[in-house]
């Protein structure tokens, strides 16, 4: 992501549990369109990007190319429009005198696993966060379910969303001055009325399940990329077992792998993917995340962790296929992004 969102960054609330009196900094890693007070006003993070194959993209000729995908079909989209979780419809976003968003429309349907990609700064994030309703369209119209929505975050209530929406920022945004412990734990003791043992508990699972055990007491900046990375994960799938309400249904992720080695990006592609799983009940307890969105320049992200693509370039979405797809399309930009060469001017 190239830059940070509309809002002013963000200080943490006081953090809370009973057992340490710090103060956090930072931002969470998750938002949901549920709101709850930890969450009100605290989204928005300054993000850093690295785009290992795709230095070129944003070029003149890379824009030039660009005009030629208008022209080309949507692969593989599904026909099926019922049950519809998230809909985009021609939504435009402009940043001062920068159009960033010219008319972005696409469709997110139930248990799809979603990549979104193209150049850097043609907006994805600012797609994802639109969504999520941290940042208000210029024009177009967000549907959830079918149901024209209006507001941001702090607006809305349970029958106005109708729709848990979780967000993990590219940065992770980790409480820098919290232990692993709280920062997983987070929204669990600002909210929860699960007792404090049972938090411990579910905390050290949650670990357990992104493959991290015995880094409870660190602080993130004792962690390795990687290892930061599976606690933001680990803090966008802990929820609080009191309540079945409080599980997102559609996750979003910004750059999961960025920055990432290739087998700490093998390890994060994964634990996306079984997350994903576990919601069809294919591995383990089935749960109620019923879509997932990466916005991704990784390849191997696009490889492992998606199914289908939606490209956008110059604000627009260009071109929609699978990932199979992406690697036979004859289209020069989608060719270009799928073998990773360099554009040649
Ligand atoms: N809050 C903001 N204020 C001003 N400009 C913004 C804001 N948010 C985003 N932008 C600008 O909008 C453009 C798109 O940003 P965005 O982060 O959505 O792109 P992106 O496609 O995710 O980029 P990348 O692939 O590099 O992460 C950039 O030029 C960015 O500087």
Redesign the pocket.
Known sequence: ??????SSPPTAPPFSPSSSSKSATGCPSWVSLKPRSILRGKAGCA?T?S?ANLSNYGSSSYHDQSHAADNLGMNSVPADDSGVLIECRDVHKS??E?H?LRGVSFKIRPGEAVGII??????????L?IIAGL?APDKGDIYIRGKKRSGLLDDYDDEISGLRIGLMF?SGALFDSLTVRENVGFLLYENSKMPESEILKLVTETLATVGLKGVEDRLPSELSGGMKKRVALARSIIFDNAKDSIEPEVLMY??PTAGLDPIASTVVEDLIRSIHWRSDGMVGEPRGIASFIV?T?QHSTIRRAVDRLIF?SEGKVVWEGTTRELESSENAIVRQFATGRPIRY
């Open positions: 992501m190239t830059s940070s969102a509309a993000c990007s785009h940043f001062g920068k960033i193209g150049p850097s700064g043609t907006g994805k994030s600012t797609i966060k940042l590219q910004d750059e916005v320049h956008v």
